[in-house]
């Protein structure tokens, strides 16, 4: 399979992956959109991070998977004064 590059999109922009990765196949491909989009939501420097993030992964051709997740934070407690 020829190089397959992971680009990450949030609210604040894209960050694009000009190094690329070589796999075995799409599942390969999967799993590991799936395990950096994970990353990305424990990742502290992306802590305060809400909305929708996602991985889209692409070769020469362009897009051919998006892993993507919503992230919302509510504080759930009453606070009385």
């Known amino acids: 399979m ?3 590059y992971f680009d990450y999109h949030d609210g604040a922009g894209i960050e694009i992956d000009d190094e690329g990765v070589d796999l075995l196949g799409i599942g390969d491909a999967r799993r590991l959109a799936l395990e950096e989009l994970g990353q990305t939501i424990l ?3 992306y802590g305060r991070i ?3 993030i996602a991985i889209e992964v692409r070769d020469h051709e ?4 998006r892993a993507s997740a919503a992230i919302v934070l509510e ?4 606070i009385f004064t």
């Open 62 to 65: 362009g897009p051919i998977l």
């Open 50 to 52: 809400t909305g929708r």
């Open 2 to 4: 020829p190089s397959l």
């Open 43 to 45: 990742d502290p420097a």
């Open 75 to 78: 504080d759930l407690r009453l």
